[in-house]
């Protein structure tokens, strides 16, 4: 129905940049909220962010004011531009997208993840 593609990911130095890149293609007309989770080695999968199609965003407080998210519509990509990047913040990084169809319920995808490692 649904396939989502994660890019931009990589390794940097503490203090440096990533911008994430999330391309949803198949039957996107119904998506509507688009975010991301990640998961560190050994620990449990967490919230990061997320936006709705008309742009209200939500972010984990360990991220606020260093985590910015975007999405373009007319491309179905969601963004995930970081700054200030921790070694903490070193995770598989997870795109995810709601779709709600009309007359259906709310079904969850998911992209493969790309990894993001942060070297102090």
């Known amino acids: 129905q649904v396939q989502l593609v994660e890019s931009g990911g990589g390794v940097v130095q503490a203090g440096d940049s990533l911008r994430l890149s999330c391309a949803a293609s198949?039957?996107?007309?119904?998506?509507?909220?688009m975010g991301w989770f990640r998961q560190a080695p050994g620990k449990d999968r967490e919230f990061v962010a997320d936006?709705?199609?008309?742009?209200?965003?939500n972010y984990v407080a360990s991220v606020k004011g260093r985590f910015t998210i975007s999405r373009d519509n007319a491309k179905n990509t969601v963004y995930l531009q970081m700054n200030s990047l921790k070694p903490e913040d070193t995770a598989v990084y997870y795109c995810?997208?709601?779709?709600?169809?009309?007359?259906?319920?709310?079904?969850?995808?998911w992209g493969q993840g790309t990894q993001v490692t942060v070297s102090s």
């Open positions: 936006i709705s199609w008309s742009g209200g965003t």
């Open positions: 198949g039957r996107t007309i119904f998506m509507n909220t």
């Open positions: 995810y997208a709601l779709l709600t169809p009309s007359g259906r319920s709310t079904s969850t995808y």
